[in-house]
């Protein structure tokens, strides 16, 4: 379950970060294919997550679904054929995601009562806003995926999951190369 999911999300980053150097076809493709690739890892992150009683993250994971679609329509038509029903879907979906995850949690711990909970609304933002940033073409969502990584890598640490942990620092690399690659030259 840890390969898979971590070679999934791995894979997404390493495509994205690659393809900010890219002419316009090859970058498309690659973000293309970066999409795919992170959808078909989001099982194994949800199973895993809930498996630790994460509801947080697992809920996020799950609800971020609908922004990496709109990520994939939004590449697939190179950010020129707006779907704004979509969109409006993706928003509620992803805000009603992160409600639900941080309720339910409250709900089962009785508040926030666990450094875990503290990293998995780390995981919540920077999913979240990051995905949501760079579904509409946002390089500042590299920003919020620093965020993530590194809350995500604690996270495994702290539930002995060293695949993942490693996985997320080796991701927080390609992320800071494709914000580098994103940001305008000084």
Not at 156 to 185: E, H, N, T, W
Request: glycine letters at 10%; hydrophobic letters at 50%; proline letters at 3%.
């Amino acid at each position: 379950m840890q390969v898979w999911g971590g070679a999934c999300y791995l894979s997404n980053k390493i495509l994205f970060s690659v393809s900010e150097g890219q002419e316009a076809s090859t970058k498309r493709t690659l973000k293309i294919l970066g999409w795919i690739i992170y959808i078909i890892g989001v099982p194994a992150w949800v199973i895993i997550l809930v498996a630790h009683d994460d509801w947080i993250a697992a809920s996020i994971e799950a609800g971020g679904i609908p922004a990496m679609l709109l990520g994939l329509y939004n590449t697939i038509h190179d950010h020129r054929k707006e779907h704004k029903a979509f969109g409006w879907f993706v928003f509620f979906c992803t805000y009603g995601s992160l409600v639900f995850g941080l309720a339910y949690s409250l709900y089962v711990y009785g508040g926030i009562t666990s450094v875990s909970q503290v990293l998995e609304i780390g995981v919540m933002l920077g999913f979240l806003l990051g995905s949501y940033l760079m579904a509409k073409g946002n390089p500042k969502g590299w920003l919020f995926f620093m965020l993530m990584n590194v809350s995500m890598s604690a996270l495994m640490a702290l539930q002995d999951k060293p695949v993942l942990m490693v996985q997320q620092l080796v991701s927080l690399c390609f992320v800071i190369y494709g914000y580098r690659q994103s940001s305008p030259a000084k």
